[in-house]
């Protein structure tokens, strides 16, 4: 008998058949493309049911269902609100699945919800009570573990740190993806740099040789470690950001672990150091001097996790 984690992002669904130890026993990503609403629904639910009728009669049948979705899951109706996926501003997806499925147990959270929960099963939280995952990849978002239970918020929001505010003045520009966001995400970092570009006409770097709009934060990163001064500028922003979020988390959490994970760390993991250089500048003394901030022990594949682990705790009768 097996778990099946699925992890929902804004441009890929990765699907992990995995043991009730959490070792994945196959997986296999599909690409969202151009498709929106109820088209990814019917994606989604078609790879679902595929997978299920290919295990039935196995060893590795599938007992319950786990899925991580990039945005805020509202527990009590079911419905999931991404902002990546065009179309899912209210979308019923526990509806979609449970109809796809029959009785099979199925179980949904946000994505940032199933990183800490899947480092607690499997990663660098093991053993945590409180400890909060700082997902930055396209976007930002905090899983956050306070006495073994995820924070919710009273409408399923908590964790939106994208939104924190860390700059002064206020701009327009800040409110579709939050002050934070507008930054240090993925696409913050690509969205300073043609900022810098255009702010600095006299330089001629490495990023110049780009198409303005299609620098990536991959590029960003590639002249950084080329030294190239435009890029320093970007990258030494971003620290400075995420420095103050982490010190913002830790002064108001006094978490145990502050693990840092998504896309962007990956390559943004040499940095750490100089991360918490930064927060120890901000963060309440006491709680700094205690907080352990490390790397994701999971890689890109904590969500992954963190799916199928609300799969074994539904199946469990213990669902966080």
Not at 88 to 93: G, I, K, R, S, V
Not at 94 to 108: M, N, R, S, T, W
Request: hydrophobic share 40%.
């Amino acid at each position: 008998m097996s778990l099946l984690g699925i992890d929902i992002g804004g441009t890929k669904a990765a699907f992990a058949v995995m043991s009730n130890e959490g070792k994945i026993l196959h997986k296999d990503t599909l690409l969202l493309e151009k498709r929106k609403g109820k088209k990814v629904g019917a994606m989604i639910t078609g790879r679902i049911t595929a997978l299920i009728e290919k295990l039935r009669n196995s060893e590795s049948q599938i007992e319950s269902i786990g899925i991580s979705v990039p945005g805020i899951y509202h527990v009590k109706a079911g419905t999931v609100w991404a902002p990546n996926i065009q179309g899912w501003e209210d979308y019923p997806l526990l509806h979609e699945v449970k109809a796809a499925v029959g009785e099979l147990p199925v179980v949904i959270d946000s994505d940032r919800a199933c990183c800490i929960l899947g480092e607690k099963w499997l990663g660098n939280a093991r053993g945590c009570r409180d400890a909060v995952f700082l997902s930055v990849g396209t976007g930002i978002g905090a899983g956050i573990l306070v006495n073994d239970k995820i924070l919710r918020g009273s409408h399923d929001v908590a964790g939106a740190v994208g939104w924190m505010a860390l700059d002064r003045p206020f701009l327009e520009k800040f409110r579709k993806y939050g002050c934070f966001e507008y930054h240090a995400s993925g696409e913050g970092i690509a969205r300073l740099a043609r900022d810098y570009l255009n702010e600095h006409k006299e330089y001629k770097g490495e990023l110049r040789r780009k198409p303005l709009s299609g620098i990536t934060s991959h590029d960003v990163f590639s002249a950084y470690e080329e030294s190239d001064h435009a890029a320093i500028y970007v990258i030494q922003t971003c620290i400075d950001f995420w420095g103050m979020a982490v010190a913002n988390i830790v002064s108001m959490f006094n978490p145990e672990k502050i693990i840092l994970g998504g896309g962007i760390f990956g390559p943004a993991q040499k940095l750490i150091n100089s991360i918490c250089e930064e927060a120890a500048k901000w963060g309440q003394p006491v709680s700094m001097k205690l907080v352990n901030i490390e790397a994701s022990a999971l890689s890109g594949d904590a969500g992954v996790y963190g799916s199928g682990y609300l799969a074994l705790k539904n199946l469990e009768g213990s669902a966080d």
